[in-house]
């Protein structure tokens, strides 16, 4: 028995698929399976249920996830005291929301390389559903997204603080300047991020809630280009204030009043529980650093 065959079982146990795990742990199927079987005819029992379509844990297999989470959190505390940075090799995926690759992302990279030399660094930017699917399954290392702190079992979460969002327009778009409710918005085309945005929830959930509903409604998937098209008079957009405080100085956009006040946006860095290191950990660790969000 050793590491490896142990941290292969963890990421079966994990993505219940020997393919998904083979991605992940950047090898093949068949050298999962081989590793499995090892450990199985080493221990003399059967780990695994592989009679239905889905994999499934035995009873023995329970007991062992447990001694190989163990075993791995144990490594990750070792490897997160002991080793020094420059020697770590390997890579990491990032997957994270638009406005915090427009905003202090570079801070982050920066501060990675120069810790991390030897790390391979890949980035995404998406929407918070699609990271955080990505981010369960393993293809994503680690997710700095918005949401409202309950990402699902197999997910850990560090908040990082909280945006405030407003309604915002154009001046020549003409929305009334004055106190504005859910059903007043409903004759302004509105500009939404796609339906796996937290932003849509929210937005939806508050019209919803006042019996009101857009009767047009424009989607993008980026929060830049809803901003542009908001300067161009054609809708009404949800924006972070900050981020667009020189627009609106600029008279390019308004902030709409609404009542209510739309709550503020938690921003957290996320990662599988499976997928915890040292390396993920340092980066949450910077990151909270480097953010310019209000706790």
């Known amino acids: ?87 770590m090799t390997g890579s990491i995926k990032i ?10 992302l570079p801070d982050l990279v920066a501060n990675l390389s120069h810790l991390f030399p030897n790390i391979d660094i890949e980035l995404e930017v998406g929407l918070a559903g699609d990271i955080r699917e990505k981010t369960l399954s393993g293809d994503t290392d680690l997710g700095i997204i918005p949401g409202n702190g309950k990402f699902g079992e197999g997910i850990e979460a560090i908040s990082l603080g909280a945006i405030r969002f407003a309604f915002m327009a154009s001046p020549k778009l003409g929305v009334p300047d004055r106190q504005l409710v859910p059903k007043d918005l409903e004759d302004w085309p509105l500009i939404s991020l796609g339906p796996n945005s937290i932003l849509s929830d929210l937005q939806e959930s508050w019209f919803k809630d006042h019996d009101a509903r857009p009767k047009k409604q424009d989607r993008t998937n980026s929060m830049e280009i809803s ?69």
Do not use: C
């Open 1 to 87: 028995m050793n590491l490896q065959q142990l941290e292969t079982f963890r990421w079966v146990a994990a993505l219940g698929s020997f393919t998904k795990a083979a991605v992940k742990l950047n090898t093949t199927q068949s050298t999962i399976s081989m590793r499995i079987s090892e450990l199985e005819n080493e221990l003399g029992v059967q780990f695994l249920d592989r009679t239905k379509r889905q994999i499934k844990l035995t009873r023995s297999g329970m007991d062992l996830l447990e001694y190989a989470t163990n075993i791995h959190e144990q490594v990750t505390a070792l490897k997160a005291k002991i080793a020094n940075p420059e020697t």
């Open 227 to 295: 901003a542009g098209l908001v300067r161009s008079g054609l809708g009404v957009s949800l924006l972070p204030l900050n981020y667009y405080d020189g627009d609106v100085k600029a008279a390019t956009m308004q902030v709409l009043k609404t009542e209510p006040e739309l709550p503020a946006i938690s921003f957290y860095s996320i990662y599988a529980t499976a997928n915890n290191s040292p390396l993920i950990q340092k980066i949450i660790e910077i990151a909270r650093q480097v953010s310019d969000i209000p706790d």
């Open 95 to 104: 997957g994270v929301a638009e406005l915090i690759a427009l905003t202090w």
